[in-house]
């Protein structure tokens, strides 16, 4: 049995990253994006992106990985350039076949113990309102508080973000029933990507 470890990303993460990141964004937004703009995604171009983002802060960004150093699981976060809440989730993503084991939770909670080590009391994350995904935050404590128009990939896609107020208290960020495992980027993921060319 694989032993999942979260760790803080590392400068060489960078190009695993990015092809992860493309692959969970195919599968994810497969009927919700445009085509052409989903097939036209660079994990070059993302690379870079990440390889930035690692070097300016690599605390910022968490990883989950196997016994091999595989990277199963991707998140990152920062302060929230807008609106009430401190700290920002900017991406989560697990790879299609480790989705559902747990690996979602304990990157989300590693992101936001970090914002809390940044003073962040409160965070918010935006989510395109097809993605199921956003039904993962619910279950983690999240309340849908506000709806925004994202444009992603020449299309307009409406998102809602999911805050927690209090980060301290524990107990609201770990949803209605189970318990914890044990337990910048500048820009959203959205608008990062949003001028990809396809
Ligand atoms: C959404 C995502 C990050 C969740 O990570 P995960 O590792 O699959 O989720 P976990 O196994 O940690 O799930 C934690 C809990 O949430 C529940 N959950 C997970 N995904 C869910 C969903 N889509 N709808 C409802 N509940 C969900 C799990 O059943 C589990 O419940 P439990 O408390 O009863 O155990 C992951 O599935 C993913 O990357 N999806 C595709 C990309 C995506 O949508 N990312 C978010 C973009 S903002």
């Known amino acids: 049995m694989d032993e999942i470890t979260i760790r803080t ?7 695993r990253i990015a092809r992860l990141d493309v692959e969970t964004w195919r599968a994810a937004y497969a009927g919700i994006l445009a085509t052409p703009f989903l097939v036209g995604l660079s994990t070059q171009r993302r690379e870079l992106g990440w390889a930035t983002v690692i070097e300016r802060e690599p605390r910022d960004v968490r ?3 196997d016994n091999d150093g595989n990277i199963l699981g991707f998140g990152s976060c ?3 350039r807008d609106g009430k809440f401190a700290g920002e989730v900017y991406t989560l993503y697990v790879a299609s076949d480790w989705q559902n084991q747990g690996i979602g939770r304990r990157l989300l909670l590693a992101l936001f113990e ?5 003073a962040c009391g409160s965070a918010i994350i935006w989510v395109l309102r097809d993605n199921p995904g956003r039904f993962f935050y619910q279950r983690l404590g999240g309340r ?4 925004r128009i994202f444009t992603v990939g ?3 896609i409406e998102a809602a973000g999911y805050a927690w107020p209090d980060l301290r208290n524990r107990r609201a960020c770990r949803g209605p029933a189970r318990a914890l495992m044990s337990y910048s980027l500048s820009m959203t993921s959205f608008d990062r990507f949003a001028h990809e060319t396809a």
């Open 9 to 15: 990303a590392r400068p060489g993460d960078a190009r």
């Open 63 to 65: 990883v989950a990985v």
């Open 78 to 80: 920062g302060r929230c």
């Open 114 to 118: 970090r914002l809390v080590d940044q």
């Open 144 to 147: 849908d508080v506000q709806h």
């Open 154 to 156: 020449g299309k307009r």
